[in-house]
């Protein structure tokens, strides 16, 4: 069984960096894909960036290309996310979620994925 444990949130200014960790155990992120969501209070959870099994192709959404990255450490069994010119509006509880094999059409979508951390939280706030 996959669990994951997301970490490194916090407080940060607007114009920061933070790098969030997703660290799994039971079984190897290696047949899994995997997904980083956020949810703000009083909106629904959404997608931010997604790393595929298989090819290990990468996608975001629109409101966050180009600011963060998602990486992954096949030795430590840990997924990034890396995030740079944090805005207030990045604020939101982060989770990182996973699920068997790629599915690409389904990726961004939460239903899509079986596994979730308990979520680490982000506050962009001077």
């Known amino acids: 069984q996959l669990q994951l444990v997301e970490s490194g949130g916090g407080l940060v200014q607007p114009g920061g960096s933070l790098t969030l960790s997703c660290a799994a155990s039971?079984?190897?992120?290696?047949?899994?894909?995997v997904g980083w969501f956020r949810q703000a209070p009083g909106k629904e959870r959404e997608a931010v960036s997604v790393?595929?099994?298989?090819?290990?192709?990468?996608d975001y959404a629109a409101s966050v290309k180009g600011r963060f990255i998602i990486s992954v450490d096949s030795a430590k069994n840990t997924v990034y996310l890396q995030m740079n010119s944090l805005k207030p509006e990045d604020t939101a509880l982060y989770y990182c979620?996973?699920?068997?094999?790629?599915?690409?059409?389904?990726?961004?979508?939460?239903?899509?994925?079986?596994?979730w951390g308990q979520g680490t939280r982000v506050t962009v706030s001077s």
């Open positions: 790393v595929f099994f298989g090819d290990g192709s990468t």
């Open positions: 039971g079984t190897t992120f290696r047949y899994y894909t």
């Open positions: 979620a996973a699920h068997f094999g790629a599915d690409y059409s389904g990726a961004f979508e939460p239903g899509t994925y079986n596994f």
